[in-house]
């Protein structure tokens, strides 16, 4: 048994009594902005039809996100979630690939603006709202957990630590495939090559090792979530 093997069973055991501080698991598409979020952290989604093979049985990850990884930028969690699931694609690298993916599965080229520039140029408004909205409604059902890390905005955080570490444990990019994804995944239409062979809709860390000693970080964490 391969170090990364067991170090995703002990990632995924992990995962399962966050889901229990978190109260199960949650969708942006019923999510209520007033519920308690905490200000920032780290998030683990998940997919429909998206299941582990080689590390026991249940759903596998498929993104890591956070957000407020530079000085200057003050988002919360809520903001990130909420323009990740119903946001423009211009501010947010996810809905752009997940957009073009959907593209390529509808059998469209279109909109060829999808991406490209910081507006919409004249006359694609239409066509890249049409995309924007089968974004939102597929990235509002992707079931989600987060883990609060109320550490201060910047590089350097505990939140790019784990965030950076779960990434790289993850991905089956340039090596032996574990949990790989089902056929019919929608990120095997992805033209990011990144996308397509890690497994994860994520780029950045899909190709770095990791530490695994983030899960204990992660565990320290959670023990300071006040339980139910």
Do not use: C
Request: proline share 7%.
């Amino acid at each position: 048994m391969s170090n990364r093997h067991s170090d995703l069973l002990r990632f995924y055991r992990t995962l399962g009594d966050l889901q229990k501080l978190n109260g199960g698991l949650h969708r942006m598409a019923q999510a209520d902005p007033e519920y308690p979020w905490p200000t920032r952290g780290v998030v683990f989604f998940y997919e429909r039809n998206e299941q582990r093979s080689d590390t026991g049985s249940g759903a596998r990850v498929v993104r890591v996100a956070t957000h407020a990884l530079r000085p200057d930028l003050q988002t919360s969690l809520w903001d990130r979630l909420a323009h990740d699931a119903s946001g423009t694609h211009r501010g947010s690298v996810f809905r752009t690939v997940l957009g073009l993916a959907l593209r390529d599965l509808m059998g469209n080229t279109e909109p060829q603006s999808w991406g490209r520039g910081a507006e919409a140029p004249a006359g694609a408004e239409k066509t890249e709202a049409t995309l924007e909205a089968a974004v939102s409604l597929y990235a509002g059902q992707m079931p989600f957990l987060f883990l609060p890390v109320e550490d201060p905005p910047g590089p350097n955080s505990l939140r790019a630590f784990i965030e950076r570490n779960a990434i790289a444990l993850l991905s089956n990019f340039a090596r032996p495939p574990l949990d790989p994804p089902s056929e019919g995944w929608l990120g095997r239409r992805s033209t990011r090559e990144k996308v397509a062979q890690s497994g994860l809709w994520n780029i950045q860390h899909v190709d770095a090792s990791y530490d695994p000693s983030f899960m204990d970080t992660m565990r320290t964490l959670m023990s300071e979530i006040p339980a139910d």
